[in-house]
């Protein structure tokens, strides 16, 4: 996630209007049983996402909050990690996300499903409106709106969870002895020791702001997929899974320098107690200065964006391969 999602499907719509593969079953009450699936689903998914992502994340995530004189690029990012701390340095804060994507895609999937059906019963196809029509999916701007809602939903989740893995992500020693903190767990307790919760949730309203672009990788996502149930012969599947990774893109390409500075905010000396330095940014604005300024302009934004555009296709492709298999598995 630190900012990634995949699909809520698995319903059906009437059988007499097929409902294009982005378009999940949309049944009229709220409470179906089917709610679940989503939740179980997802918790697979943000296992597969992990496994596969987390490499290219620990690029993206140094490459970020570093400038240029440490690492040229993403490859000598790569090649120093490797030889400083071999091929388990580009897993280090793996264990956060390995427990918070699981929850994190778990919430995620499950309230995108319960958004959609509020959004359509209630905003784009009420069931009192004389034009209603069950049978008529919801538009691919309410896919876009149910996803900001979500996002919003897990951000609470996300933005501890994001927190600890990059401050453990920069952590450049090899030896544990010589790094600030052991682990996460001894990184979320001296975080919580020396600035309580407040200090636990640093960084929550640029997680906010972050994953309020949601919007557009979830309207893509129905875009594409109504598209190639149209326009290919494509199983569902596949659609799913080329669907997933492009509008992962799309909302990486419109997301990107959100994310670098949420990055930067996260990675802040937070000063007190433990004694990491002296806390540079109050506001969000501080932060997006600063990568202007330190960055060499607007192209600072971008700073270890290719990494971060390499791993959003495979890594929710994968992950939707999982949440699919799962929720074909499940019994209704």
Not at 175 to 183: N, V
Request: hydrophobic share 40%; with cysteine; charged share 15%.
């Amino acid at each position: 996630m630190a900012a990634d999602i995949t699909v809520a499907a698995g319903e059906r719509q009437s059988p007499t209007a097929p409902a294009p593969a982005s378009a999940p079953a949309q049944p009229t009450s709220t409470s179906s049983p089917k709610n679940y699936k989503g939740f179980v689903a997802g918790i697979f998914s943000g296992i597969a996402k992990l496994s596969v992502g987390h490499p290219f994340d620990t690029i993206k995530v140094r490459l970020q909050t570093t400038d240029s004189t440490r690492f040229s690029g993403p490859l000598q990012c790569f090649l120093q990690t490797i030889r400083g701390e071999g091929f388990r340095g580009l897993y280090k804060g793996a264990t956060p996300p390995l427990v918070g994507w699981m929850f994190m895609d778990s919430v995620m999937l499950g309230s995108l499903t319960v958004y959609r059906r509020l959004l359509r019963d209630n905003l784009f196809n009420p069931p009192w409106h004389p034009l209603h029509d069950p049978a008529k999916p919801l538009p691919s701007h309410g896919h876009g709106m149910a996803g900001v809602l979500a996002g919003a939903t897990v951000s609470f989740i996300a933005a501890p969870v994001e927190h600890v893995k990059a401050r453990l992500q920069i952590q450049y020693a090899a030896r544990k002895s010589d790094r600030l903190y052991t682990g996460p767990i001894d990184c979320l307790t001296k975080i919580y020791k020396h600035h309580g919760v407040r200090g636990v949730y640093h960084g929550l309203a640029a997680t906010l702001l972050f994953r309020s672009f949601f919007f557009c990788w979830w309207g893509s996502y129905d875009i594409f997929s109504r598209w190639m149930s149209s326009n290919t012969t494509l199983s569902k599947p596949a659609i799913n899974f080329w669907a997933g990774g492009l509008s992962a893109q799309v909302f990486w390409i419109c997301s990107y320098p959100s994310d670098v500075v949420k990055q930067r905010i996260m990675t802040d000396p937070l000063g007190g107690g433990l004694n990491d330095g002296t806390p540079r940014f109050r506001r969000w604005k501080d932060a997006a200065v600063a990568v202007y300024r330190e960055g060499g302009g607007a192209k600072g934004y971008w700073r270890g964006f290719l990494p971060c555009f390499l791993r959003a296709f495979p890594a929710n492709a994968m992950a939707l391969v999982a949440f699919e298999g799962v929720m074909r598995a499940l019994p209704e």
